[in-house]
């Protein structure tokens, strides 16, 4: 397999609305984010997967885009953007910029146009269609947002399909004219110098909605190697594809090399494991370790040599996973170090979402009137509606709202975190004053130098990138696996648990490589693994 730069690096997203603040709007910006890029630097990452900042009413926080080529007045200028690649790019940073093609915002020019009537030549541009015989919704798709995908335009007498919040109508992939002005919008930012491309449920591109089919369209790899060849083909972009619904079989679909199409894609197989089979992700159960086990086994071993996965337990639309299956009260620093130890050493690309190296944790709110999210709001008031109680859905919110990965980043013990001298758009989760990146950087036994570490061992051990991958036999709640490469094997250690552990292989230990705990590991039989204990060791091949 030819071998790529976005194999090798660890990426950061940013989240720039609750990033870091440089104007005192409450707001995140990107002077802001330029202003951090030496932190950013000292912890060893090698790309930036930035969250949107296009030009936005934030009905959903910019995934709403009303000009692909304009920056939001509230993040800065064009310019600044332009500095902000280009002052990464000195500290060997690439930037991935969020590709959000599925919808636009009902504000962009197109839809404007498209809403003008029947005729007009943008009309084709988005997805409409006429009531149903009864005169209701054409048919039954939902929008991820609650409550039905189509919207009513009274004066075409027509309904648009909106698969998230109605301010975003999805473009009609099957329309050429549309595609072309995408990828053209796609080539200007290559030419600004950019690293890549994460795009945002790329898998519904292929959507046939008058048969109720979202996902994975039959078109839908069809499309993308269009775009690849029309766009980043002749470049060595990081392009990852949000597709909630992969499989290991689909993930290959996207990402072997020989098929030109995307470098990997986000699976989410795992993040499911807390919610109910028979419900949505806010109808909770408890994760079972040997679940998650067996499905990042599966991912590592089934994409094998044919396709390349990424690696993640958080972002910007998910809890906080410290808080979620970690400990993030008496055990907050030895689970945050396993949960970065147990991914970075496995094979794919890691992420890292911003706050997670400093163990940021969820912020739980005891009112509706906290909350931000449209996803979350959207859904208080339905379940409300369809009488769930108010402590019910709060408990969900508290598990799964999105607001949870959204509260500023913490950078020191000044008011608000030091995110902003105004007030912010969403209050600053009130442990600031011992979680923050400050407090990190001046403590060698902190998150932060682990995650360094890892990124570091990246670097230096091509056995982390290129390794085969395989489980070791053990109790349900510990994860471990070797990794294997040119005659060196490494074993990962990780006791994913309050309680202690039983641990036990015959491998003799070359050397220790990093661990969560500073007791001496001199063997490996018969081990008693502390609650939480992580560890990574070269042994005897
Ligand atoms: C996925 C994004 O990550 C999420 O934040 C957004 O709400 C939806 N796609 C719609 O764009």
Do not use: C
Not at 90 to 109: F, P, W, Y
Request: aromatic content about 12%; overall charge negative.
């Amino acid at each position: 397999m030819e071998k790529h730069w976005w194999q090798e690096v660890v990426v950061y997203q940013i989240y720039p609305r609750s990033f870091r603040d440089s104007n005192g709007d409450g707001i995140g910006d990107i002077a802001g984010m330029t202003e951090k890029l030496d932190y950013l630097k000292k912890l060893g990452i090698g790309a930036i997967w930035l969250s949107p900042v296009y030009q936005s009413p934030n009905d959903d926080n910019g995934y709403d885009i009303a000009d692909y080529e304009a920056i939001l007045d509230e993040f800065g200028t064009m310019e600044e953007m332009e500095r902000f690649i280009a002052e990464a790019d000195q500290r060997n940073i690439k930037v991935v910029m969020d590709l959000v093609v599925n919808h636009t915002s009902d504000e962009h020019a197109w839809f404007v146009e498209a809403k003008k009537g029947k005729d007009n030549p943008y009309r084709d541009y988005y997805v409409w269609a006429d009531p149903a015989a009864d005169g209701g919704v054409p048919n039954g798709l939902g929008s991820a947002f609650s409550g039905p995908a189509w919207e009513w335009d009274a004066a075409s007498g027509q309904y648009y399909l909106h698969l998230f919040s109605k301010k975003q109508p999805d473009l009609n992939w099957q329309n050429p004219k549309m595609r072309q002005e995408i990828y053209a919008m796609m080539n200007r930012w290559i030419a600004k110098g950019i690293g890549g491309f994460r795009m945002d449920v790329i898998d519904l591109i292929g959507k046939i909605p008058e048969k109720g089919i979202t996902g994975n369209g039959p078109q839908l790899h069809e499309l993308l190697q269009e775009m690849q060849q029309a766009t980043f083909g002749d470049h060595d972009l990081l392009t990852v594809g949000e597709t909630w619904g992969a499989t290991p079989e689909i993930a290959k679909l996207y990402s072997a090399p020989e098929r030109n199409e995307l470098s990997m894609v986000f699976q989410f197989e795992h993040i499911g494991l807390d919610q109910k089979s028979d419900g949505e992700k806010w109808d909770l159960q408890p994760m079972k370790v040997a679940e998650l086990k067996r499905i990042l086994a599966k991912w590592q071993t089934e994409l094998g040599h044919d396709g390349w996965n990424s690696l993640f337990w958080n972002n910007h639309d998910l809890p906080r996973m410290l808080s979620r299956w970690g400990n993030d009260q008496e055990y907050r620093s030895e689970s945050a170090k396993m949960l970065a130890i147990l991914l970075h050493m496995m094979k794919g690309t890691p992420y890292i979402y911003q706050g997670e190296e400093i163990g940021m944790t969820n912020t739980p709110i005891t009112s509706i009137a906290e909350a931000r999210d449209i996803e979350t709001l959207n859904m208080y008031n339905a379940r409300l509606a369809k009488g769930y109680s108010e402590a019910d859905i709060l408990a969900s919110i508290n598990a799964k709202g999105r607001d949870n990965a959204r509260r500023p980043m913490q950078w020191d013990a000044s008011s608000h975190g030091g995110f902003t001298t105004g007030t912010p758009w969403i209050a600053v989760n009130k442990n600031y004053p011992d979680i923050n990146a400050e407090a990190a950087l001046a403590d060698p036994d902190s998150i932060f130098y682990t995650y360094q570490k890892l990124i570091r061992l990246r670097k230096e051990n091509p056995i982390i990138i290129w390794g085969d991958f395989e489980l070791v036999d053990t109790v349900d709640e510990v994860i471990s696996y070797y990794r294997e490469y040119e005659g060196e094997r490494w074993l990962v250690v990780a006791n994913f648990s309050d309680a202690a552990q039983p641990f036990s292989v015959e491998d003799e230990i070359v050397e220790v490589i990093i661990q969560n705990d500073e007791d001496e590991i001199t063997g490996l039989q018969d081990l008693q693994l502390k609650p939480w204990q992580a560890f990574v060791v070269k042994v005897k091949a």
